[in-house]
């Protein structure tokens, strides 16, 4: 097999575009392009209009209907409009894949920013809930809660500062990010300087594995393995309400790794070819970036599955949805239909005297699990 080797395309600096000159022949990355060009837009598409409005639902009922009651409600609703800002960005990304780059420098930025920005920030909300949730049943075992303003402002700067991480780790895109032509092609990707290039982008990636992933993952994983523990364990609790509870919370955890995995798995093969220079051939390259592709529209979904998993599944969330919907069709002159609505199932774990209430009121207080 002819060795291949990573060399400087035009001016000196490793980036991200699909076309690479090795030491002995240039890598033509057309085919990939023209999956691309194909592929991502189909994708995008769909993932814009079914985030848009699933994500647009949530915003408009917390905004206008619900109380926020928990750090959970405080932060599905930025987990929503974190995913609307990511989702809003998609349009642009499927003109690149057809078209290149057409908007120029400053847009290429704020782009990029605002998508590796809200891309962050919807794992870190998903971790933080996850700690809520443990927190919710530990309160609840001790018979310490509040809603009071000072909870609401420690609610407030946990937002802050998880957007904070989140507009960090999007910080390189803002700076790096730029048009380049290359190869015939305007596209908008990172340069690095040539003195950092390589490590820069290497380190890059293994943080983004580390903060985007593992962290939200391992924070999830123990949190409902304890929040888990203390559902199976209640008792004055059905069997089949309690084995629902549990089944959301797999979900939740299996939803996260089937979206999130696979892309994290290539952005650390990528990790480990920046700094190892592992990927020799041109068809090996070819298919990591088609990887790429694929494996990162895979986990864009998650933005579309979020209002599912942590808003629909929520019986005072859906109260809202059905009245509203209730009242569209009145004011339609369409005759309301008075179906069997399932009644609302809000577990309250005390593991200290293992009791259970089930209660549909607004008004339940923080230790509440609502499934």
């Known amino acids: 097999m002819e060795d291949f080797y990573y060399h400087d395309d035009e001016d000196g600096s490793f980036n991200d575009s ?10 033509d990355k057309e085919a990939v392009r023209s999956f691309g060009g194909v592929f991502l837009p189909i994708i995008y598409a769909v993932a814009l209009v079914v ?11 917390y905004t206008s209907r619900l109380r926020l009651r928990t750090l959970t409600d405080v932060c599905i609703l930025n987990l929503a409009i974190s995913d609307l800002l990511l989702l809003f960005t998609l349009p642009f990304w499927a003109a690149d894949a057809v ?17 590796s920005t809200n891309f962050s920030c919807g794992m870190l909300m998903l971790a933080c809930i996850s700690v809520d949730r443990y927190r919710a049943v530990a309160q ?6 509040g809603t009071g303003t000072r909870v609401r402002r420690q609610w407030l700067l946990v937002c802050v500062v998880l957007w904070t991480l989140a507009s960090f ?17 305007i596209g908008c990707t990172p340069v690095y300087p040539p003195s950092m290039a390589r490590p820069a982008k290497a380190a890059l990636e293994l943080l983004e594995v580390t903060l985007r992933f593992l962290l939200p993952f391992i924070v999830m994983v123990v949190c409902y393995c304890w929040v888990g523990r203390a559902l199976s364990q209640a008792v004055g609790v059905r069997r089949d309400r309690k084995w629902r509870a549990l089944r959301v919370l797999l979900a939740v955890v299996a939803v996260f790794l089937l979206t999130q995995l696979p892309y ?20 090996v390259s070819k298919n990591l970036d088609r990887a790429v592709q694929v494996t990162e529209s895979l986990a864009l979904t998650h933005a579309c599955i979020n209002p599912v998993l942590y808003a629909f599944i929520g019986s005072s969330f859906r109260g809202h949805v059905l009245k509203a919907a209730k009242r569209l069709g009145q004011r339609l002159g369409k005759h309301p239909t008075h179906a069997n609505e399932e009644p609302a199932v809000e577990i309250a774990l005390n593991t200290r005297n293992q009791t259970q209430s089930q209660s549909g009121s607004e008004d339940q207080d923080t230790s509440t699990f609502t499934i």
Do not use: Q
């Open 264 to 283: 994290n798995v290539v952005k650390l093969c990528r990790a480990m070819d920046i700094i190892y220079l592992l990927v020799t051939d041109c068809e």
């Open 18 to 27: 699909y076309e690479y000159n090795y030491e002995h022949s240039v890598c």
């Open 169 to 185: 780790l999007g910080l390189p895109e803002l700076v790096f990010s730029t048009v380049k032509l290359s190869h015939h092609r």
């Open 140 to 145: 609840n075992s001790t018979g310490r809660t």
């Open 99 to 115: 078209h290149g780059w057409k908007l120029g420098s400053a847009m290429c930025k704020i782009t990029s920013f605002l998508y």
């Open 51 to 61: 985030g848009l409005a699933g994500n647009a639902l949530v915003v408009v009922v």
